[in-house]
Nanobody
Framework: QVQLVESGGGLVQAGASLNLSCAAS????????MLWFRQIPGQERNFVALISMGGRSAYYADSAKGRFTISRDNSRNMIYLQMNDLKPEDTAVYYC???????????????WGQGTQVTVSS
């Protein structure tokens, strides 16, 4: 079955950096657009970043532009999210996602990971 396993979350101070990883298995990885979402308790999951199948194109939510970088390694079935200059408002559970069509809407996503907590203290 399809598995997406995130790692790399943690507790950091404002201004610090974190690099999240997601290991994918059970799917034809290079056929899927890969995404990161985040969710605050009581709210919907919000789109953060998307990377195209071949890794040549990336798209970001306004909140992530200039601070976050999404990347992928198709030889290892991995995606990453480098997060710099973290702010307290970045505190959330971060989810890795896979979607054939590249939708940025929570309801359309084909597969989800279990999430990793990122907490940014002020």
């Amino acid at each position: 079955q399809v598995q997406l396993v995130e790692s790399g979350g943690g507790l950091v101070q404002a201004g610090a950096s974190l690099n999240l990883s997601c290991a994918a298995s059970g799917l034809s990885f290079n056929r899927y657009e890969m995404l990161w979402f985040r969710q605050i308790p009581g709210q919907e999951r919000n789109f953060v970043a998307l990377i195209s199948m071949g890794g040549r194109s990336a798209y970001y939510a306004d909140s992530a532009k200039g601070r976050f970088t999404i990347s992928r390694d198709n030889s290892r079935n991995m995606i990453y999210l480098q997060m710099n200059d973290l702010k307290p408002e970045d505190t959330a559970v971060y989810y890795c996602a896979a979607d054939l069509a590249g939708s940025t809407f929570q309801a359309d996503i084909d597969y989800w990971g279990q999430g990793t907590q990122v907490t940014v203290s002020s």
